[in-house]
């Protein structure tokens, strides 16, 4: 799907989209309707695709489930070619959506909240492998407040970036983030009850909507393809997306790690969605609106040069990750940004090299 869109189709679909984002009619809409705040009707083209694009999907499927009985293989995978979306971006606008509302429960007018709430989070969300309240919950009061440090649920640092025997591992923790379970552990372990009661029954509702797929389908296959392999696929996508954002590790001389390093920066990337790639900003600056990132990313340049920020251009963080977990130093090389424009391209390399094999632990003895 990601060739498909390089090659050529991006070119033809583009236009479509630009011409949806940029109708006043659809931006009045959502100003009037659905968002608190006029500037967040910069997700409303991409909320109204992934929606359309989800309903044309899962209709069939269940037109063809209770006509027929069964789901054919041809149309499991039709779906899965749209659930992904050419050049991954139903699958990655329908994580960004649900990232969106987590951080921002204000997003949509009171209305919208009490009887739509977070679409994207809790409710088709769930066809995406998002256990509701998962992200409000977890991703906000533990990948937030610890920043990929020791106890976060996506911890990495203790494994080797670019071993896929280490890849796995993580996965495994990855998907007990996924399942709430990591997640549910930490608020009781530091008393976090509200947090606890909400994924609990966020947890709770994935369940129960799971039972009543199954009833209404007799179907464990249907259940099985729709409704859990996105929740596997989202758990590896997830692993994958964290070896790139949190990949690299440095440390300053007094042991602290170094912010710029250990966050993950593209610019020019080929698969933003609202201010995603500078993962840097999203974890350090986060009231940063993402139209306003490239004035961020400027005044931080003298910090980058110092400390050889972990910064690229001109490609996506799905290719970045893949070329970390690869070890493909020479081609994510040719992507790092070195702005002290005195590395080499071996020296690069070997930085990169030794940021994403670095653990905590390794500092540590070396210390």
């Known amino acids: 799907m990601g060739g498909l869109w390089k090659l050529g189709l991006k070119s033809v679909l583009l236009p479509v989209y630009d011409a949806i984002d940029k109708s006043r009619w659809a ?21 109204l695709l992934v929606t359309l694009n989800a309903l044309v999907g899962l209709g069939a499927l269940f037109y063809v489930q209770f006509t027929r009985g069964y789901l054919p293989w041809w149309l499991i995978l039709a779906y899965y070619c749209s659930w992904v979306g050419v050049g991954g971006r139903v699958m990655g606008a329908a994580y960004a959506l649900a990232h969106k509302e987590g951080h921002n429960f204000g997003l949509y007018k009171k209305w919208f909240r009490e009887y739509v709430g977070h679409f994207f989070e ?6 995406y492998g998002t256990v509701p309240w998962n992200f409000t919950t977890s991703h906000v009061a533990i990948h937030h407040k610890l920043d990929g440090g020791v106890g976060d649920t996506f911890y990495q640092w203790d494994l080797n970036r670019s071993s896929v025997h280490d890849f796995m591992l993580y996965v495994t923790r990855i998907f007990l983030h996924m399942i709430g379970y990591s997640s549910l552990k930490y608020f009781v372990a530091n008393g976090l009850k509200k947090q606890q009661e909400v994924l609990r029954g966020g947890v709770i509702t994935y ?22 392999q996105p929740l596997f696929c989202m758990s590896y996508f997830l692993a994958l997306l964290n070896f790139g954002f949190h990949g690299f590790v440095e440390f300053d001389e007094a042991g602290e790690h170094i912010e710029c390093v250990n966050a993950t920066t593209i610019i020019n990337g080929d698969d933003d969605y609202f201010g995603e790639d500078d993962h840097m900003a999203h974890h350090y600056n986060q009231n940063v609106y993402f139209r306003d990132l490239p004035a961020l990313q400027a005044s931080k340049l003298e910090e980058f040069k110092k400390y050889k920020a972990s910064v690229f251009q001109k490609l996506s963080i799905v290719e970045l990750s893949i070329f970390v977990l690869l070890g493909l130093w020479d081609k994510l090389a040719e992507h790092y940004v070195d702005y002290s424009g005195t590395m080499s391209k071996e020296e ?20």
Not at 348 to 356: E, F, G, Q, T
């Open 122 to 127: 809790n409710s088709l969300g769930m066809f």
């Open 348 to 367: 690069i390399m070997a930085m990169l090299k030794r940021r994403a094999t670095t653990t905590e632990s390794t500092y540590e003895g070396e210390s």
């Open 207 to 228: 369940c129960c909507t799971g039972v009543i797929l199954l009833a209404i389908t007799r179907s464990p296959m249907f259940v099985f393809w729709i409704y859990l």
């Open 27 to 47: 931006r009045s809409f959502a100003e009037n309707y659905i968002y608190t705040r006029p500037q967040h009707t910069d997700y409303f083209a991409t909320s």
